[in-house]
């Protein structure tokens, strides 16, 4: 009997213990910018994926993101930070993948942002579910007003 209870009481303890107080179970606190996604820092333990933007980021206007090449369920959230020369942007991963980012073109008017995700191994058992950290890109110079243009390319 007092195994019982110990058992139930360690899983109750670590039941609720990476959301916030006063979120059901199995949600993600809405977010400003986009219904359902982290944006607090609380929401970012150490050793786990970063859900949040980096403190002091400013987000690219909506009219400088070009996002046609993306899937619609695809997140469409950029923001700069370090005087503009980092893009930290919104992405997608599931399973066992990791979002990967990188700045595969610069011009005068703009950057291309391929976005990508690491792939399995295979025979690797993966869970089904879909996350949306925030990676950053560096850039060669700051954004200013140039258009950010995201795509996505296969796993790598």
Request: with cysteine; hydrophobic share 35%; charged share 15%.
């Given at each position: ?29 809405a977010s ?108 060669a110079a ?15």
């Amino acid at each position: 009997m007092a195994g019982t209870a110990a058992l139930l009481l360690m899983a109750t303890a670590c039941a609720g213990h990476d959301r916030p107080t006063g979120t059901p179970a199995g949600s993600v606190p809405a977010s400003p910018t986009q219904p359902g996604l982290p944006t607090s820092p609380s929401a970012n333990p150490p050793g786990k994926p970063r859900l949040t933007v980096p403190e002091g980021s400013t987000p690219v206007p909506a009219d400088k993101i070009d996002a046609t090449a993306l899937p619609a369920s695809y997140p469409r959230e950029v923001w700069t930070g370090n005087g503009g020369t980092v893009l930290d942007i919104r992405a997608q991963e599931g399973g066992c993948g990791h979002a990967l980012g990188e700045a595969a073109e610069q011009t005068a008017d703009h950057v291309v942002v391929d976005l990508s995700e690491t792939k399995a191994q295979t025979g690797q058992m993966c869970t089904m579910d879909i996350r949306y950290p925030v990676i950053s890109v560096p850039l060669a110079a700051p954004l200013d007003g140039r258009t950010v243009v995201l795509k996505t390319t296969p796993p790598r």
